[in-house]
């Protein structure tokens, strides 16, 4: 619960925070991207998780919205602490059944899920992804293209494919992916996967 004072719950993320902070003031994000001279869509990545802003927004979003800059920071700071674990994939029915899966296998992790494999390298340049689920067919641009592109970005992101077609995990294999799943997700093979990690994450568990 958060109220004028600032975060009283510490479970709750950045922009969790800034979301019911928003809302108790009774403005939209258009609103408040005006006040602080932003793009509104620079708002909804913060309250998404997708990026913080800088301590200097920080300051004034603390200031305008009656948090405690305390709060606030211990919030931003523990939100980028998290592990950051991506879900791709051009069906919007598995995003829809797939992350709730990975937040109950990993409810230390913070999860994003993405439709567009450039909205997913745009997030993976701002944060360290530890972990990406991808789908193979994604149209112009499959999930082998992918995983090379998050790969150059950091090379030690964990990399599991996902398709419903058995025949693309040789291909899926000459990437450096860690791993290989068959649609649809399910709980059992999130954790299988988590054993078998190229590169071992802490709190993913």
Do not use: H
């Not at 990026?51 to 920071?73: H, K, N, Q, Y």
């Not at 029915?93 to 909205?119: C, Y």
């Not at 693309?168 to 990690?197: C, H, N």
């Amino acid at each position: 619960m958060i109220g004028t004072k600032g975060v009283d719950n510490m479970d709750i993320s950045f922009g969790e925070s800034l979301r019911q902070l928003r809302i108790e003031k009774g403005i939209s994000q258009q609103q408040l991207a005006d006040i602080l001279f932003v793009s509104r869509s620079s708002v909804a990545s913060w309250e998404t998780g997708r990026r913080l802003p800088d301590l200097e927004t920080i300051s004034r979003l603390s200031e305008f919205l009656g948090a405690d800059v305390g709060s606030l920071l211990r919030a931003a700071e523990k939100n980028a602490q998290r592990p950051k674990v991506l879900l791709v994939d051009d069906e919007k029915l598995i995003l829809s059944g797939g992350l709730p899966v990975l937040e109950e296998v990993m409810p230390g992790a913070d999860i994003n899920g993405f439709n567009k494999p450039s909205e997913a390298l745009e997030y993976a340049r701002s944060n360290k992804v530890a972990l990406a689920f991808l789908d193979i067919e994604m149209g112009k641009v499959s999930g082998l293209e992918l995983c090379r592109a998050l790969l150059e970005i950091n090379p030690v992101t964990n990399v599991i494919f996902l398709t419903a077609y058995m025949e693309y995990s040789f291909d899926a294999w000459s990437t450096g992916a860690s791993g290989f799943m068959l649609k649809p997700i399910s709980p059992d093979a999130v954790r299988r996967q988590l054993e078998l990690l190229r590169y071992p994450v802490r709190g993913l568990e």
